[in-house]
């Protein structure tokens, strides 16, 4: 339905900063609700930060509120994670997903995903 691609990731140290970007391919990016998940060795994925269609609704996990910020430019066809403060728990691939109508918690529930970046946070 709609092809996602991520970008900016890499190595930083703890207390350092990131900023994800995810394209999207198509020309009703407006009408997805965007999110992020990270998947750390040995762990499931697990729900970072979602936003609205319209960006007017943002929703965190409690372990990054306050450090990270999700953000969009509907007319770029692009969102943005911007990551503080980064820790060595931040370790993980994150993903980019996309699906229609309003934003959701759960992997099930998205069925556009992008190929994944890493995110390595030293100490």
């Known amino acids: 339905q709609v092809q996602l691609v991520e970008s900016g990731g890499g190595l930083v140290q703890a207390g350092g900063s990131l900023r994800l970007s995810c394209t999207a391919a198509?020309?009703?990016?407006?009408?997805?609700?965007m999110n992020w998940f990270r998947q750390a060795p040995g762990k499931e994925r697990e729900f970072v930060a979602a936003i609205s269609r319209s960006g007017g609704i943002t929703d965190y996990a409690d372990d990054v509120r306050g450090r990270f910020s999700i953000s969009r430019d509907n007319a770029k066809n692009t969102v943005y994670l911007q990551m503080n403060n980064l820790k060595p728990e931040d370790t993980a691939v994150y993903y980019c997903?996309?699906?229609?109508?309003?934003?959701?918690?759960?992997?099930?529930?998205?069925?556009?995903w992008g190929q994944g970046i890493q995110v390595t946070v030293s100490s």
């Open positions: 198509g020309r009703t990016f407006s009408n997805y609700a």
């Open positions: 997903a996309a699906r229609i109508g309003g934003p959701s918690r759960w992997t099930a529930s998205y069925d556009n």
